[in-house]
């Protein structure tokens, strides 16, 4: 290794980023270092900006100013199929299968669209997609249609889409909500294989036992706003955070 870990450069790095909607300031001058390797949580509030800051960072929506730089290099604004062949994959909160396709057919539209080098032929592409289903437990689905898989498998579905691009960072945005405990059990089994296997992780998620259990650094935002970073248990003890989310979520 070239670089000792003090040295290396954040992997992602997001520096004063608003985005605007009309008149809405949904993400407000937001600032956030991800390094490589770590699992880092992003709770608050419903419309705090999670997923916007998550839209914003994948090239689904453009900030209106601010910058994101990803492996030293700037992507803000790029679209997000770019973002994504340079190995940043994201799920979305609203998960969104094409559902007329199969399961195998969804994930190999990961594959397609990856990171480089990417499969030249559907066969390699297939190979891909097939073992990703595998480690998302859903090999015996690869046949079925998107639109007939349950919740939990379709939210499985979204993540192993993205582990086909074989990519270096994945935004998770809520792939817990709405699972029973077996099924978040499952989920967070997997979460950690792809933790295992070199992968770095935002997720925004709101089962805090979860984000405690899993993640080695927690941000917190309210109101489009960064109100606390830090490792977990500061975080969650934080006065701040407990009014603006915690008094919330246990009222
Ligand atoms: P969170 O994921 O933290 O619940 P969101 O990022 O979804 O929050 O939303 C932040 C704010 O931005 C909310 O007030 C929401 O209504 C608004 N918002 C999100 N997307 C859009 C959009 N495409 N157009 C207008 N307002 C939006
Ligand atoms: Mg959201």
Redo the contacts with the bound molecule.
Sequence with gaps: MAESAGDAAPLLSIRGLT?R??G?V??SDVSLEVSAGEIVGLI????????????VIAGI?APTSGSVIFESKPIGGMRADRVCRRGLASTH?IVRPFPHMSVLENAMVGAFFGREPRPHSTHAAREIALEVLGACGLAERAYSPAHSLTLARRKRLEIARALATSPVIVLL??VLAGLNPTETDRTLELVRSIVAGGITIVM?EHNLRAVRGLCSRIAV?AQ?RKIADGDPASVLADQNVVDAYLGTVHA
């Design positions: 985005k909607f009309g809405l949904a993400v608050g509030p419903n419309g705090a900006g999670k997923s916007t800051l998550f839209k929506e909160q945005d809520e925004v935002m489009g």
